[in-house]
């Protein structure tokens, strides 16, 4: 099993450009999760999905968009990158919420 | 304002020693608490958690602690060794680890295993 992946790694975009974070997970579990992590700083939930079809937002969900087509993935768009969304991408899927198991991360910087 | 509370950024430790690691919560609705280990480049992994309704959880070198009284949670590792070196993040959850709806983190601690 790859567990989550997440592509791309790296992204340098400009102001106003738009770009969708991929995430995919092969353990058939139906909860999902976008998170963001700034420097020095904890991780905070940007949206999150209980299956297929079913999203809701997080703690800091504006600027950003998800969808949930399959259960294996987890999209997160953004539409008009600004500066303030720079920060290392986490996504994440539980079978139960206990013990979240996490991708690699794609770092992102916006100028 | 940070419901959950890591207030030491970073912890250097001897290797051998025990590391303790503290975390702070101010939401009384949170009842499942977490530990996450995450290495420069790579995502947080889980390491252990605990429920509410106990106090103490052990695996292997590391336990954690649960003072609901006083909100407080503490993750110890013995004996510490170098790949333990690290930052580690205390998350918190309600509704029994149900967690439909993510979790809350702590800023994290660097934790340093000195040779």
């Known amino acids: 099993n790859a567990g989550v992946t997440q592509t791309p790694k790296f992204r340098i975009l400009k102001i106003g450009q738009s770009m969708t974070l991929q995430c995919t997970q092969d353990m058939n579990h139906n909860y999902m999760y976008w998170y963001r992590q700034d420097p020095g700083m904890g991780l905070k939930l940007i949206y999150y999905s209980v299956g297929a079809g079913i999203t809701d937002k997080g703690e800091v969900p504006n600027g950003y968009n998800v969808s949930r087509s399959t259960t294996e993935d987890f999209p997160l768009r953004l539409e008009l990158a600004a500066p303030s969304q720079t920060s290392v991408y986490f996504c994440?899927?539980?079978?139960?919420?206990?013990?979240?198991?996490f991708g690699p991360g794609t770092r992102l910087t916006v100028l | 304002d940070q419901q959950v509370k890591q207030n030491s950024p970073s912890l250097s430790v001897q290797e051998g020693r025990i590391s303790i690691l503290n975390c702070d919560y101010t939401n009384s609705m949170f009842d499942y608490f977490l530990w996450y280990k995450k290495y420069p480049a790579e995502g947080p992994t889980f390491l252990i958690s605990i429920s509410s309704i106990k106090d103490k959880n052990e695996d292997g070198r590391f336990t954690v602690f649960l003072n609901k009284s006083a909100k407080h949670l503490s993750l110890h590792i013995v004996p510490s060794q170098p790949g333990d070196s690290a930052v580690y993040f205390c998350?918190?959850?309600?509704?029994?680890?149900?967690?439909?709806?993510?979790?809350?983190f702590g800023k994290g601690t660097h934790l340093i295993i000195q040779p």
């Open positions: 998350a918190a959850d309600m509704y029994s680890g149900g967690g439909a709806d993510g979790l809350t």
């Open positions: 994440a899927s539980s079978y139960s919420g206990k013990g979240q198991f």
